[in-house]
C-alpha cells in the first residue's frame, strides 16, 4: 500500500487506527517524529489506510470563516492559566455540560504528550494550554467514533492536520462532533523534547516532571516564559525554574522554525480556510487593532467560526465569554501561519546533529540563536510599530 512519503506525512496516525488488520505500525525515525511502517504480510490492500491520508484530502473542504472575534473567557483563573485567551475551555465546558466527553493533548505517563478524552470539569486543567510538541493520538478516533455512535456530544480540539484526520477517519458528519483547530507553527517530536528536558535536568539538578510552556507568571500573555518544576535531586524538595525565552533554547528554536515535522513546512492548512467549526489562536495585533481595548495583558484568542452548527453555540459562548467582532483580515495580519507556513530555514538540517547531540545548549544559546532571535524580535517590533 503506498501512503503519504516523509515529506508530506503529518503523523496523524489516522492509517494505522482505520487498519483491521492491525498492518500499519507507527515507528518513530531518527529525529523522534512518527511515520506509518506497513506490514506487507498482513495487509490486504483494502485502501483504507490511503483515504484517511490528510496529505490526500480534498481541500475543497476547507472553508471560509463565517464570523471572527478577539476574545477571551470571563472566568480570570482559567484565561490566567490557559494560552491565550482561555477561550479552548469555554467551548469544551459547554460540551461537558450537555454530558459529552472532550478531547486534547495532555502529559501522560511523565512528559509524554498524548491526545485524551476527558469528562468531568476537574480533568479540563490536564488539556489546557500549548504545549509544543506533536501529540500522540493513539486509540483516540476509534475511541471518538464509539462515542459518537452511543450519541454523545463530544468535543475534539488538535493541530488542523489531526482534525482533517478524524473527519476522514470517521467518514461521515456527526452532529454531536464540535472540532476546534487552531493556528499552527508546526510541531517539534517528543525526542526532541526529552533531549532539551535531560539536558535541563542535568544543568539543574531538578528531576522535571511538571512543564509548563507558556507561564503568565512570568511575562504575562507571550511565547516567551517557561516553567519547568520537580524534585532537586538529593533534596526531596519541590522547585519552580521560572525562565525567559532568552534562557530556552527549547522555544527559541521553535519560533525560529528549527525543529518541525518536515510535512510542517508544507502544511495546506497553514491559511485562512479552515476544516474545523472552531479556530483557535493568539490575536497578537490585538492592540494594534483595538488600540483602546481594556484588559488585553491576560491574553486574547483569535476566534474563527467556520460553520453553522459552530455558530449555533454562539449564544451560549457569549455568556462566558467577551466577544468583540474583528475581521479575518485584521487576525490574519499579525498572524503568519494563517497566511502560510512556517519557514523552513537552512539550520533545520542540523536537527539531529543540534538538538539530539550531545550539548546542544553549548552549541546555540550563546551565539547563533541569540543572534537570530535579536532578528526575529526586531521585526516583530518594527511590524508592530509600522
Ligand atoms: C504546536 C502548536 C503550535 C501553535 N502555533 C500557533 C501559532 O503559530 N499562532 C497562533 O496564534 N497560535 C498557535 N497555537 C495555538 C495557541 O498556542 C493556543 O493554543 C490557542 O491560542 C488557544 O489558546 P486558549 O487559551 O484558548 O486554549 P488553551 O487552554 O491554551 O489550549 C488549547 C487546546 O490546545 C490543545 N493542545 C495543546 N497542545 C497541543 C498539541 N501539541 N497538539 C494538539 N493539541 C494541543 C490542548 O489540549 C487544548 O485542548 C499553537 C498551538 C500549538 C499546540
Excluded at 471572527?68 to 470571563?74: E, G, Q, R, T
Excluded at 508546526?186 to 507561564?215: H, I, M, W
Excluded at 512570568?218 to 516564559?225: E, I, P
Excluded at 552549541?363 to 537570530?372: C, G
Amino acid at each position: 500500500m503506498k501512503l503519504a512519503d516523509t515529506s508530506s506525512c503529518c503523523g496523524c496516525g489516522a492509517c494505522s487506527n482505520i487498519c483491521a488488520k492491525k498492518a500499519i505500525q507507527m515507528q518513530s525515525d531518527e529525529e523522534g517524529f512518527l511515520y506509518p511502517v506497513v506490514n506487507e504480510d498482513l495487509c490486504v490492500d483494502c485502501g483504507l489506510c490511503v483515504s484517511v491520508c490528510p496529505a490526500n484530502m480534498d481541500k475543497e473542504i476547507l472553508r471560509q470563516p463565517i464570523s471572527s472575534y478577539a476574545a477571551w473567557n470571563k472566568d480570570e483563573n482559567v484565561r490566567f492559566e490557559s494560552s491565550s485567551g482561555g477561550m479552548y475551555s469555554v467551548l469544551a465546558e459547554n460540551i461537558l455540560d450537555r454530558g459529552g466527553v472532550v478531547y486534547g493533548a495532555a502529559w501522560k505517563d511523565g512528559l509524554k504528550l498524548s491526545h485524551v478524552g476527558v469528562e468531568r470539569k476537574e480533568q479540563l486543567g490536564s488539556l489546557r494550554g500549548s504545549k509544543y510538541i506533536q501529540s500522540d493520538m493513539g486509540n483516540c478516533y476509534s475511541e471518538i467514533q464509539n462515542h459518537l455512535r452511543k450519541d454523545r456530544w463530544v468535543c475534539f480540539c488538535g493541530t488542523p492536520c489531526q482534525v482533517a484526520a478524524l473527519q476522514l477517519f470517521l467518514r461521515k458528519e456527526y452532529d454531536k462532533l464540535v472540532t476546534v483547530d487552531f493556528v499552527c507553527h508546526g510541531v517539534p517530536s517528543q525526542k526532541v523534547f526529552d533531549a532539551f528536558l535531560s539536558d535541563e535536568e542535568t544543568r539543574k539538578g531538578v528531576k522535571v516532571d511538571r512543564y509548563k510552556f507558556r507561564d503568565k507568571r512570568v511575562n504575562g500573555w507571550s511565547c516567551t516564559s517557561t516553567t519547568s518544576s520537580g524534585l532537586v535531586m538529593g533534596s526531596g524538595k519541590r522547585k519552580d525554574i521560572m525562565y525567559d525565552i532568552a534562557m530556552s533554547s527549547y522555544m527559541n528554536a521553535f519560533l525560529l522554525g528549527k525543529m518541525s515535522r518536515t510535512s510542517c513546512y508544507s502544511c495546506a492548512f497553514s491559511q485562512k480556510k479552515r476544516c474545523s467549526d472552531f479556530t483557535l489562536g493568539d490575536y497578537w495585533g490585538v492592540r494594534n487593532v483595538f488600540p483602546q481595548m481594556q484588559d488585553v495583558a491576560k491574553g486574547v484568542s483569535m476566534l474563527f467560526v467556520n460553520t453553522e452548527k459552530a455558530h449555533s453555540f454562539m449564544d451560549q459562548i457569549a455568556e462566558k465569554s467577551e466577544l468583540i467582532k474583528s475581521s479575518v483580515d485584521e487576525i490574519a495580519a499579525y498572524n503568519a501561519n494563517l497566511n502560510q507556513p512556517t519557514h523552513r530555514p537552512q539550520s533545520r538540517n542540523n536537527l539531529k546533529s543540534l538538538f539530539l547531540g550531545q550539548d546542544y545548549i553549548k552549541e546555540n544559546i550563546p551565539s547563533t540563536y541569540n543572534r537570530d532571535l535579536l532578528k526575529f524580535y526586531i521585526k516583530r517590533l518594527l511590524r508592530f510599530y509600522k
